[in-house]
């Protein structure tokens, strides 16, 4: 079964305007992290924001804040006054808790492709 | 500056051919991880290493090897056993390895095609 799922191939968004990009997960782990990150055309990958399963309020930096609903398992990434060096591809990723005598890793989903109009 | 640095950005590999991946990072990190990229199938992880002289297999190690010889670099040999090989291949790194918080940081990446 899929850990994180992206169900948006491709999104379209005018410039100014807001944007959710959706992302589900699955886990049965009391503690874990989501993590969003953003691939330009040059192929880095560019950490954007974080959100602890403890946390009680959403996580936001700058443009970005991650509308987090546990009890649905989302983690939706909202970018707000979209500009056209948005577009990217933009991934969600989970970590789940650290297993004693094990390495934990960053779980990935498949992307969603945003790309910013005029 | 600090960060991590992937070489090639290009290579290609004939058939049969064992190929190695550069990955250097100056980040003083203790944790370094091998992505596999395909269009349409997000990040998977090939291979991780938390301490300098150990790694453990990701979920698609096969045909693939590493090693960890120093803190700083932690190369990526694409061997004859990996039969579809073509694909953009990401390394990245975190300070360690044990907590739910650790994010990654990553390098530019190598697309990997063959001949």
């Known amino acids: 079964a899929q850990k994180i799922t992206q169900t948006q191939p491709g999104m379209f968004v005018q410039e100014k305007e807001a944007v959710t990009l959706d992302c589900t997960y699955d886990?049965?782990?009391?503690?874990?992290?989501l993590f969003w990150y953003k691939q330009p055309s040059s192929g880095e990958m560019i950490f954007l924001i974080y959100?602890?399963?403890?946390?009680?309020q959403n996580a936001t930096e700058g443009r970005y804040s991650l509308n987090f609903q546990k009890a649905r398992k989302s983690a939706n990434l909202v970018i707000s006054a979209s500009q056209l060096g948005d577009s990217a591809m933009y991934f969600c990723a989970m970590r789940e808790d650290v297993i004693t005598g094990g390495g934990n890793k960053l779980t990935f989903g498949t992307g969603t492709q945003l790309k910013v109009e005029l | 500056d600090g960060g991590i640095t992937q070489s090639p950005k290009y290579l290609f590999r004939k058939e049969g051919q064992n190929v190695t991946l550069s990955c250097e990072q100056n980040l003083n990190h203790d944790a370094m991880y091998w992505y596999r990229q395909d269009p349409g199938q997000g990040l998977r992880l090939i291979y991780y290493?938390?301490?300098?002289?150990?790694?453990q297999k990701g979920d698609i190690a096969e045909g693939y090897s590493v090693s960890r010889e120093k803190k700083e670099s932690f190369p990526l040999t694409v061997t004859s056993a990996q039969k579809n090989p073509t694909a953009f291949y990401l390394c990245a790194s975190s300070i360690k390895d044990r907590t739910t918080n650790e994010k990654l940081f990553f390098g530019s990446g190598t697309q990997l095609s063959v001949l």
């Open positions: 290493s938390q301490i300098v002289n150990d790694f």
């Open positions: 959100q602890g399963s403890y946390d009680e």
């Open positions: 886990t049965s782990d009391q503690s874990y992290g």
